[in-house]
């Protein structure tokens, strides 16, 4: 587990980009935290590396999915949970689905509403604001 402090948006955005450029291809990154915490302002953090323009990361919130294509051929997926809260079920096969589609990344906002059907290999990203920073934790689950 590794522990970071930023103190502003383009802080936490640069963060992001350095955690994702050392994940390989195919993992999945779970974010967690309150409504303002950051999760969606760390996902756009991740457009550098997933070559996109920092204005085509959305919050799927009332989509549930964003599909991001890349220069080279590949997808990414950016997964909002929100409204998925007490349908965990569901929500595991949305993700099992989208796996199958051998992406680059899945990133999921919300992730605490996968329950107990967390995918097994995973980045767990926790971010909380705390006295005007965020606060946020980093750990690999193999």
Same mark, same amino acid.
């Given at each position: 587990?590794?522990?970071?402090?930023? +103190? @502003?948006?383009? !802080?936490?955005? #640069?963060?992001?980009? #350095?955690?994702?450029?050392?994940?390989?291809?195919?993992?999945?990154?779970?974010l967690y935290g309150q409504l303002?915490?950051?999760?969606?302002?760390?996902? +756009?953090?991740?457009?550098?590396?997933?070559?996109?323009?920092? %204005?085509?990361? +959305?919050?799927?919130?009332?989509?549930?999915?964003?599909?991001?294509?890349? @220069?080279?051929?590949?997808?990414?997926?950016?997964?909002?949970?929100?409204?998925?809260? +007490?349908?965990?079920?569901? $929500? =595991?096969?949305?993700?099992? !689905?989208?796996?199958?589609?051998?992406?680059?990344?899945?990133?999921? !906002?919300? $992730? %605490?509403?996968?329950?107990? @059907?967390?995918?097994?290999?995973?980045?767990?990203?926790?971010? #909380?604001?705390? @006295?005007?920073? =965020?606060?946020?934790?980093?750990?690999?689950? #193999?």
């Open positions: 587990m590794t522990r970071y402090t930023t +103190k @502003n948006p383009a !802080e936490t955005k #640069k963060l992001a980009s #350095k955690i994702l450029a050392v994940l390989p291809k195919g993992s999945i990154i779970c303002g915490a950051g999760k969606t302002t760390f996902t +756009k953090g991740l457009a550098e590396v997933l070559e996109l323009r920092e %204005e085509a990361i +959305k919050s799927p919130t009332f989509s549930y999915i964003r599909e991001y294509h890349h @220069n080279d051929g590949g997808v990414s997926f950016h997964c909002d949970l929100y409204r998925l809260e +007490k349908h965990t079920d569901a $929500a =595991h096969e949305m993700i099992s !689905e989208l796996h199958t589609r051998d992406p680059h990344y899945i990133i999921i !906002e919300w $992730a %605490e509403h996968l329950g107990p @059907n967390k995918p097994k290999i995973r980045t767990d990203i926790h971010l #909380k604001r705390k @006295n005007g920073t =965020h606060e946020i934790t980093v750990t690999h689950i #193999k």
